[in-house]
């Protein structure tokens, strides 16, 4: 689904992402972990598409499409989302009227008709349920007023509602207490088939007791140094960060 | 003979444009108000950029401009359709009989001012108490005024219909001095929309002057929509006088003109009065406009509202001004002021300068001004989720005008606002 190949990125002429290289296969959960500073939200942003970021080197493919040509909004059409670490607030927007105003425009792009009010009403009902919301936020402006676990919390349940290929999860545990990261885990597990693949971005292993991962990806200084599988993310949590850097250094 | 020629100053060959109107069909005492207002205009200057009050705004190329004044039809065909049974249009500030039409309302007086200069007793009082003797314009707008609308609702009358006004520019370079008069007796309510328009192309000029007088527990709003060619130069005054336990909104939507300036001057003269003022400008290409409101808190316990809102493109300036005097005797005034602006380019400007002079103690008065370009971070996050750049701007543009759409209390009118900009910014959400 998402072959990444020899990335290298820059910001403002710094080099951060100096040549990553992975695969993801539909039906897969990839988890990038690293310590502050490795590269893992720039590696996130630079997929998502964001303007400030210049790709120097290297190739991404998205099943078949090579993903760097693509505008932001044409990589979300395509399948791509990312679950923001810090979600905008968007005064003056209904979370429902974004929502449709987004579903609205990808299926204009697919060539699809505009979705039925009934069917988009089902399809919030059904989708809400899954992060325990209930409708709650439909008449709320974005993320506007929301506590850190709304706000991740209607993260997931955008990626619900609009039904991604590769889901994104940049740092969806920071700023959530244990029942708020439940209730996200479950709804990502719940998300996840054969036909979508997850990459989760995180720094902590906690986040991975309820995700579990099919690979672990360590991430230093702007490289994937180890990849391995869940229970590399537990040697980490135990011994930190300091011994895969100085094996990165040796070799 | 060359030689003996005096150069008129722009003062003199302004005012030399209105020498041909006739107004011998005023009863002398209108008559002697116009001759008031010419001796006035004697001593008074056009503003300069030294003009404090004129800061943010010249107005060398609006005087020095050459005028005429405009035929009194309209010679191209435009679409004067407006959903209501009572709409009166004018012509380069002339009454149009055939192009107007009425339905009358009892204890309502809906009618060209000329006509209510000869019928309507309590305007010999009323007329021109409200206007600005030091201002310019205003003199010049009561001297030469040729016509504009009256509208009288009775005691304890609520209007149904919804009343228009329409002002149209036509034919080349014309100028015009509407002169409207809005009077709503205690206890009545209506709604009136104005429009400016313009059937022409090139420039015009405008000076408009509203009285408008709010008895005691009336209800009144007005919606200004300000629609006029890219060329067209306005000058507006509208003088608001309230009595206690009245409610008056004034909504100012400024789409069309190169150069516009409203003045909205608000007079609360009892206690328990509600005011709103509210302004939505959306400006591009070389626009101008500016917004100056002033209110004077004069007794105990009144509540006002201002909100202004400009969204400027391309090159365009915007400037909001707005005053909130509260005299000594006005305790428990609360009064609330916002102006917020969105500039799209790095060519675009607005000026904000909210000025609030307290002289009670025990009041509430707040204001904000904040100005800003398009929240990057908010497209991003729409873009991330498959909503296009150009979609996204709209749906941020919307969000931050949609308070002041919903001001707007005639449902036609909010509509028609509401499809302006969904079609300037190419979206709907």
């Known amino acids: 689904m998402l072959k990444i190949k020899n990335l290298h990125a820059s910001i403002e002429e710094t080099e951060i992402l100096k040549g990553i290289d992975l695969e993801v296969k539909a039906g897969e959960v990839h988890a990038i972990m690293g310590p502050n500073g490795s590269g893992k939200s720039t590696l996130s942003s630079v997929l998502a598409g964001r303007d400030e970021y210049e790709v120097t080197a290297g190739s991404v493919d998205f099943l078949g499409e090579d993903l760097l040509d693509l505008e932001a909004e044409d990589r979300a059409r395509a399948g791509i989302f990312l679950a923001f670490q810090y979600p905008v607030e968007i005064p003056g927007v209904s979370n429902i009227n974004f929502l449709k105003t987004a579903i609205n425009e990808i299926r204009e792009k697919r060539g699809e008709k505009e979705i039925a009010a009934k069917d988009f009403l089902a399809r919030v009902k059904e989708k809400s349920k899954l992060v325990g919301l209930e409708g709650k936020f439909n008449n709320r402006s974005v993320n506007e007023g929301f506590s850190g676990g709304e706000k991740k919390r209607n993260e997931i349940f955008q990626m619900a509602m609009l039904e991604p290929k590769l889901a994104i999860l940049d740092e969806t545990d920071s700023g959530l207490d244990i029942d708020a990261l439940k209730v996200v885990s479950e709804g990502v597990n719940k998300l996840k088939s054969p036909d979508n693949a997850t990459i989760v971005i995180t720094h902590y292993q906690r986040l991975l007791d309820y995700i579990v991962p099919d690979f672990v990806h360590v991430l230093a200084n702007g490289k994937i140094v180890k990849t391995g599988g869940k229970e590399l993310a537990l040697e980490l949590e135990e011994k930190g960060y300091d011994w895969i850097k100085q094996e990165a250094v040796k070799a | ?429």
């Open chain 2, 1 to 429: 003979m060359l030689e003996a020629t005096v150069k008129m100053s722009n003062k003199e060959k302004f005012l030399s444009h209105f020498g041909m109107i006739d107004f011998s069909h005023d009863k002398e005492a209108f008559s002697a108000k116009r001759r008031a207002a010419e001796e006035k205009i004697e001593a008074l200057e056009f503003p300069t950029s030294k003009t404090e009050y004129w800061k943010y705004t010249r107005i060398n190329k609006l005087i020095r401009e050459e005028y005429q004044l405009g035929p009194k039809e309209l010679d191209s065909q435009i679409d004067l359709s407006v959903p209501s049974k009572n709409c009166l249009v004018f012509v380069n500030g002339y009454f149009i009989e055939e192009l107007s039409w009425r339905e009358a309302e009892t204890g309502i007086a809906f009618m060209p001012l000329s006509e209510a200069k000869a019928k309507e007793e309590s305007l010999q009082k009323h007329f021109d108490s409200l206007s600005k003797k030091e201002e310019i314009f205003s003199m010049i707008n009561t001297a030469f005024h040729q016509d504009g609308a009256y509208l009288k609702i009775g005691k304890g009358k609520a209007a149904t219909s919804v009343y228009y006004i329409l002002n149209i520019s036509a034919g080349e370079q014309p100028m015009s001095n509407p002169r409207n008069f809005i009077h709503a007796e205690a206890g009545s309510s209506a709604k009136v929309v104005m429009k400016h328009i313009s059937a022409n192309e090139g420039h015009s000029f405008t000076n408009q002057l509203s009285e408008i007088v709010v008895e005691k527990d009336a209800n009144l709003e007005i919606n200004k929509l300000q629609t006029e060619n890219d060329q067209a130069y306005q000058v507006s005054n509208d003088e608001v006088q309230q009595a206690a336990s009245s409610l008056f909104k004034m909504n100012t939507i400024s789409l069309g003109g190169a150069l516009v300036r409203n003045n909205l001057n608000l007079d609360l003269q009892g206690s328990h009065i509600e005011s709103w003022m509210n302004g939505l400008s959306l400006l591009d290409h070389q626009q101008h406009i500016d917004h100056h409101t002033l209110i004077h808190h004069r007794e105990p316990d009144c509540v006002s509202h201002e909100l202004y809102k400009t969204v400027a493109d391309d090159a365009s300036t915007g400037v909001f001004n707005g005053k909130v005097y509260v005299h000594p005797i006005a305790q428990k005034t609360n009064a609330y002021q916002s102006n917020a602006n969105m500039v799209l380019t790095d060519e675009a400007s607005v000026y904000s300068k909210p000025e609030l002079e307290i002289y009670a103690d025990d009041v509430k008065c707040s204001h904000g001004s904040t100005t800003g370009q398009m929240d990057e971070e908010a497209i991003f996050y729409l873009r991330s989720r498959g909503i296009g750049r150009k979609k996204a701007r709209a749906v941020l543009l919307n969000a931050f005008l949609t308070d002041l759409v919903e001001q707007i209390g005639v449902e036609h009118l909010r509509e028609e606002v509401q499809a302006i900009i969904d079609k300037k910014y190419a979206g709907v959400v």
